[in-house]
């Protein structure tokens, strides 16, 4: 009898050190006693190619993609999800009969917290994104699905606002998609839903984004930062009322989906969700 190879899934980025998707992998995989493990990769960009070109030979099976790949990847995929190109990005690689295919799955593991966990139904709501890059892109789009009203966008790069913009509305209809020139323009006032899509708050010395005024009881704020757990937008929405969410749940939703891609088992959604939980308090 031959010992089965011990399968490698993994992460590629730049930088990826103090990513806690091995930590929730990993735990998945010793209690479903899947001889596999999830490693950290930390790419160059002129590896990028011959390292996915290497997975099958390496015995990797699985990849998450995080910044600053989730688009380099594409042209180097067999195939792509109809919702992987919906986004125009891809956070998760299966290799399968050495043929590369690519996920999305923030999207969905963002949308699986705000309406599970969070008991929030985007239908006729009325939302505000700040930020238009790659994780305002998938969740975007993900509440594009489930019909809510407005959906306002707002990024520093106005250029990206646009696009974002014009591609939603290429895409859904019957929604109303709104290109604001400043935060104030989100008119978060009226809004159900707040997202902070933007990397702003991660840093001590980050400002918060939101005045204020802008903040109220109905409304919810979701950042997507997990590390700090608590950033200063989501201080001050709780001093002003708001309910808050950080972006952990979405880290562990994105990450049980990819585990499903993976290795077709079910999840045990409970023990990863332990793992993140403990290695935050490490932090
Ligand atoms: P990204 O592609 O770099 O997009 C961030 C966007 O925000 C950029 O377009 C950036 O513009 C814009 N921006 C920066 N400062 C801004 C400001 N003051 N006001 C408005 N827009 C501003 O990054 P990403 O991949 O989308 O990630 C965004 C955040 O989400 C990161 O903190 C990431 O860690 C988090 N995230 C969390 C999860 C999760 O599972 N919880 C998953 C994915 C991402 P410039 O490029 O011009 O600076």
Known sequence: MTLQEKKIYGLIGYPVKHSLSPVMHNAAFQVLKINAEYKLFELKPQDLESFLESLPKENIHGLNVTIPYKEKVLPFLDNI??????????????????????????????????????????????????????????????????KPKIIAIYDVDKTKTLDLVSHLKDNFKNIEFKAADSIEELNTQISDLLVNATPIGMKESDPCLVNKKFMHKNLLVYDLIYNPGETKLIKLAKQMGARTSNGLGMLLYQGVRSFELWTGRPTPIKIMRQALEGAMKKL
């Not at 009969?97 to 006729?124: C, I, M, Q, V, W």
């Not at 505000?128 to 489930?146: H, K, Q």
């Open 81 to 146: 999800s109809s919702e992987a190109e919906l986004i125009g990005a891809v956070n998760t690689i299966r290799v399968s009969h050495s043929k590369l295919e690519g996920f999305n799955t923030d999207g969905d593991g963002f949308l699986r917290h705000l309406k599970e966990d969070l008991r929030f139904d985007p239908a006729g709501k009325i939302i505000a994104i700040i930020g238009a890059g790659g994780a305002a892109r998938a969740v975007s789009v993900s509440l594009s699905n489930y």
